[in-house]
Each structure stands twice: as C-alpha cells, then as structure tokens.
C-alpha cells in the first residue's frame, strides 16, 4: 500500500515561488505513475502535472512554463516547483501516485494513492 505525505505549501504573494514536496512509501520495484492534483473551492479536483510510467512529463495548459514536476528516486519523493504564481492557482494541492505496468497513467481517480492535501494561497 504506497502512503503519501505532503509538504510545502503556504501562502505567497503573486508571481512568488512555492515548492511542493510529497513522500512516498510502500514503494516496490516498478513503475509508477507520479501526479499532481488541484482543487479550487467550489471547483472540481483537477490534474495539474504528471510524470509517466515511462518518465514523461506533461502539464495542464494554465501552468505550463510556470510549474515543474521532478521526481528523486533514491528519496521515493516527488515535487512540484511552483513559479510565477497566479491568484487563480490558490487551491488545495494533493499528491497522487500508481503503479503501472505500461507508460500511461491511469484515469479513475479511486485508482491511485493520495496524499492529505496541502494549502496554496496566492494573494494579489
């Protein structure tokens, strides 16, 4: 059972930087499937970065060139390093991750492990 465990969040001024940091454990040998989620009050949780079974990135459109993902191998963590942050990303952002035995991701959310959320607010 992979447990999730974040840190970093806060709150910041806009065009600050935060970074994101989530810990993992139970990993097995194999691939997993590492993401980033965000959820906006009154809003539906929605993906913000992802890193495949095979090592690819991708970003949701409203944060490319801003946000990175990165995973460290040998510490089991990854981490979303936040730039040039807007007001419209305050959220609650949550860590996600999978094993996979293929390169893409999976859709449902109920199948990954989540971890507990952590609060982004970005102020004007």
């Known amino acids: 059972q992979v447990q999730l465990v974040e840190s970093g969040g806060g709150s910041v001024e806009a065009g600050g930087s935060l970074r994101l940091s989530c810990a993992a454990s139970g990993y097995t040998a194999g691939r997993y499937c590492m993401r980033w989620f965000r959820q906006a009050t009154g809003k539906e949780r929605e993906g913000v970065a992802t890193i495949r079974g095979d090592g690819v990135r991708s970003y949701a459109d409203s944060v490319k060139g801003r946000f990175t993902i990165s995973e460290d191998y040998f510490k089991n963590s990854f981490y979303l390093q936040m730039n040039a942050l807007k007001t419209e990303d305050t959220a609650t952002y949550y860590c996600?991750?999978?094993?996979?035995?293929?390169?893409?991701?999976?859709?449902?959310?109920?199948?990954?492990?989540w971890g507990q959320g952590t609060q982004v607010t970005v102020s004007s």
């Open positions: 996600a991750s999978v094993r996979v035995y293929g390169t893409l991701c999976p859709s449902p959310l109920n199948a990954y492990s």
